[in-house]
T-cell receptor
Framework: EAGVAQSPRYKIIEKRQSVAFWCNPI?????LYWYQQILGQGPKLLIQ????????DSQLPKDRFSAERLKGVDSTLKIQPAKLEDSAVYLC????????????FGSGTRLTVV | ELKVEQNPLFLSMQEGKNYTIYCNYS?????LYWYRQDPGKSLESLFV?????AVKQEGRLMASLDTKARLSTLHITAAVHDLSATYFC??????????FGTGTSLTVIP
């Protein structure tokens, strides 16, 4: 089974620029998550999708972050404009459905804002 | 407020010793995960605990869950250097909301 694919692996941008990350979950996984992991901290949930609907985006800084999962498959997370404090690893995870299922994480995108 | 706390945050232990990492969470959940993360790598699933009193063991690691106390423990037996990593617990709350603890950075010293 292919894992959760994320791209790019690394990105360096200047503050106030825009950036987008892409995630392709495991085939058939209905639930998709985006996490932000700042160095030395635990992953923080940004947004959770169930198919193409948003279940939880309470911790997403909506003034600059947006995410979509238009066809209920792959997803894009965008930051516009980026700030220095957005430097982090952005992890995507997916799970089959609600219930007692495992969660699989992608390798992440490491963003550095300079 | 949904909150997951771990302690200690940092743990340095000698090879061969035993130790326990604690994970407390703020509200009802019947599902808890433990993950391992090596520097620069993604998260590797270790255990999923699905009910009160659940205990899982793999090698030198054993995890347990007490849903009444809202507490999970990860016990390390006779630590070896290869166990050096950061360990996270993650709790699934109502609505399939998946929240991580603060992490415990473990260093095993030869």
């Amino acid at each position: 089974e292919a894992g959760v694919a994320q791209s790019p692996r690394y990105k360096i941008i200047e503050k106030r620029q825009s950036v987008a990350f892409w995630c392709n979950p495991i085939s058939g996984h209905a639930t998709l998550y985006w996490y932000q992991q700042i160095l030395g901290q635990g992953p923080k949930l940004l947004i959770q999708f169930q198919n193409n609907g948003v279940v939880d985006d309470s911790q997403l800084p909506k003034d600059r972050f947006s995410a979509e999962r238009l066809k209920g498959v792959d997803s894009t997370l965008k930051i516009q404009p980026a700030k220095l404090e957005d430097s982090a690893v952005y992890l995507c995870a997916s799970s089959l459905a609600r219930g007692n299922y495992g969660y699989t994480f992608g390798s992440g995108t490491r963003l550095t804002v300079v | 407020e949904l909150k997951v706390e771990q302690n200690p945050l940092f743990l340095s232990m000698q090879e061969g010793k035993n130790y326990t990492i604690y994970c407390n969470y703020s509200t009802t959940s019947d599902r808890l995960y433990w993950y391992r993360q090596d520097p620069g790598k993604s998260l590797e699933s270790l255990f999923v605990l699905l009910s009160n009193g659940a205990v899982k063991q793999e090698g030198r690691l054993m995890a347990s869950l007490d849903t009444k106390a809202r507490l999970s423990t990860l016990h390390i037996t006779a630590a070896v250097h290869d166990l050096s990593a950061t360990y996270f617990c993650a709790v699934v709350f109502t609505g399939n909301q998946f929240y991580f603890g603060t992490g415990t950075s473990l260093t095993v010293i030869p």
